[in-house]
């Protein structure tokens, strides 16, 4: 391909803010990013803002590389014949190729009431609403127990709020039974109720139904059961798999297109999409530049190569875990625990912004050690995956 080649990057997250600052190491490429908002959310830290102890927004001066153009709209649809993506405020941008990188969000509770009397804290404008309700509540009931749920109730249990965490299941699923046992007790010690196994059936103003007959009064009821993945692949005419990711092939290229390639929590390669996470996000953001960059140089783009180490997990600003995992993201027997568990989780929160502003600095410099080897090369290996498809 000769000439300037102009690339669309849907999304400012984790995945969209590296595939940009990677796609910066040909000096023939114009990269444009297209976010809601002028300022980047650090989504792992939005029980924080919930909390009063973190803002959870860093600027993009400070993570994107000098020359980029940050367009601060929404896309609303991708139109794939003409090349160009359609804008909230009107506009269009055309594009060579687009990486899609839309992020995901809150999941649209089917339980009565919920939508209604339920405040969501999947996105920055949902925790900033949520918060002024939290401080005026003196007792809060949070809804789901995985990280979300279980460090917003640390959090503002520590910050003395009265906190009921309704599990819907167990504690905590993809920790180890020995680090749900640590969780358990650190919550225990904050004065948190934790209730397993009873789901919620219904929410009205000052109150939460429980599926074993109780109704426990709240003041204010938080929801971080499950995420949502924006429509617009769909709305745009894409393959998707069930939940509305943009269907791929293990090279993170759209399966109608070869000029989308997908990033982060809205892709699902081979239908086996990988955990939602900012681990996750920072390693297939590089990766699905580099794709672009190989169609751009006409090479053949390598397969997606994910690992993780663990999940880490705030409990409050004293105390924290990081669960170890295989490379495969099954967790292991062993933790960190403690202070030590929060001051790891404070260093890879930290850690995260500055591998984007390393990235703005030197594209194409960092790597990982991590590789999700055995999960995805029985992909590559013809093994059943599950190719949930919906318009």
């Known amino acids: 391909m000769s000439g300037n080649t102009e690339v669309v990057v849907i999304g400012g997250g984790y995945a969209g803010v590296m595939a940009a600052n990677r796609l910066t190491q040909r000096a023939d490429v114009t990269v444009t990013v297209v976010n809601p908002r002028p300022e980047f959310v650090d989504r792992v830290r939005l029980h924080q803002l919930v909390g009063g102890t973190h ?9 994107l590389r000098e020359g980029i153009r940050l367009v601060v709209d929404t896309a609303t649809r991708i139109d794939t014949a003409q090349r160009s993506v359609t804008l909230a405020g009107g506009g269009t941008i055309g594009y060579d190729y687009l990486v899609y990188a839309v992020g995901s969000g809150s999941a649209d509770p089917s339980v009565p009431g919920a939508a209604e009397f339920a ?6 404008e949902e925790a900033e609403r949520a918060r002024p309700l939290v401080e005026a509540a003196a007792a809060v009931t949070i809804v789901g127990a995985g990280p979300t749920g279980i460090e917003t109730a640390a959090e503002l249990a520590g910050r003395g709020r009265a906190v009921t965490l309704v599990c819907g299941g167990e504690l905590g699923p993809y920790l180890h039974p020995r680090g749900r046992r640590s969780v358990a007790r650190r919550l225990a010690k904050l004065g948190v109720t934790v209730l397993e196994g009873p789901a919620v059936t219904a929410v009205t103003r000052d109150a939460v139904q429980l599926s074993d007959g109780r109704t426990l009064t709240s003041g204010v009821t938080l929801w971080t059961a499950g995420f949502g993945v924006p429509g617009l692949a769909a709305r745009s005419g894409l393959t998707t798999d069930a939940l509305g990711r943009l269907l791929t092939d293990e090279t993170l290229t759209s399966v109608d297109d070869e000029r989308i390639v997908a990033a982060g929590d809205s892709a699902a390669p081979s239908g ?10 920072v390693q297939v953001g590089p990766q699905a530049a580099q794709t672009v960059l190989a169609r751009i140089a006409g090479t053949e783009p390598a397969p997606i190569d994910v690992g993780f180490a663990g999940q880490c997990i705030s409990l ?29 989780k404070e260093v890879i ?29 029985l992909v590559r290996d013809g093994a059943p995956a599950a190719l949930d498809r919906a318009a």
């Open 55 to 63: 803002p959870a927004v860093v600027g993009y001066r400070k993570i």
């Open 272 to 281: 086996l999409p990988v955990r939602m996470s900012c681990q996750a996000a």
């Open 349 to 377: 929160c930290r850690s995260v912004v500055w591998q984007m502003g390393y990235e703005a600095r030197h594209p194409g410099k960092r790597k990982w050690w991590a590789t999700d080897d055995k999960r995805r090369r």
């Open 119 to 124: 405040h969501p804290l999947a996105t920055l």
């Open 316 to 344: 409050g600003r004293r105390h924290g875990i990081f669960q170890f995992s295989t490379k495969d993201d099954t967790a292991k027997a062993s933790y960190l625990g403690g202070r030590l568990g929060a001051v790891v």
